[in-house]
């Protein structure tokens, strides 16, 4: 059983940077496809990035592509996501997730174990 522990949310003001990480745990991390996903308030959770078991590869949604970057460290069984320029509208939770499928992207079916969640609250 894989273990995902988000850090990092918080509250910032539009322009401006944060960077979220996710540590896995109970599991090898280095298999695992790893995604971020969100949830706004009323709204249904959607794709935001993905990477691939080596970090060769990444998938990011097109509201964040050239403002969000995806990164991975196996060695610290960790997940970033560097969140740059964010605006008022990229406020939600944000979950970390991980998938056994070396071919999962944007399906959240794909993915095998979820964290609980960090908030990400933009002010204008």
């Known amino acids: 059983q894989v273990q995902l522990v988000e850090s990092g949310g918080g509250s910032v003001q539009a322009g401006g940077p944060l960077r979220l990480s996710c540590v896995a745990s109970?599991?090898?991390?280095?298999?695992?496809?790893m995604g971020w996903f969100r949830q706004a308030p009323g709204k249904e959770r959607e794709f935001v990035a993905a990477i691939s078991w080596s970090g060769g590869s990444t998938y990011y949604a097109d509201s964040v592509k050239g403002r969000f970057t995806i990164s991975r460290d196996n060695a610290k069984n960790t997940v970033y996501l560097q969140m740059n320029s964010l605006k008022p509208e990229d406020t939600a939770v944000y979950y970390c997730?991980?998938?056994?499928?070396?071919?999962?992207?944007?399906?959240?079916?794909?993915?095998?174990?979820w964290g609980q969640g960090t908030q990400v609250t933009v002010s204008s």
């Open positions: 109970g599991g090898t991390f280095s298999r695992y496809t």
């Open positions: 997730a991980a998938s056994i499928y070396p071919a999962a992207v944007t399906g959240q079916n794909t993915y095998n174990y």
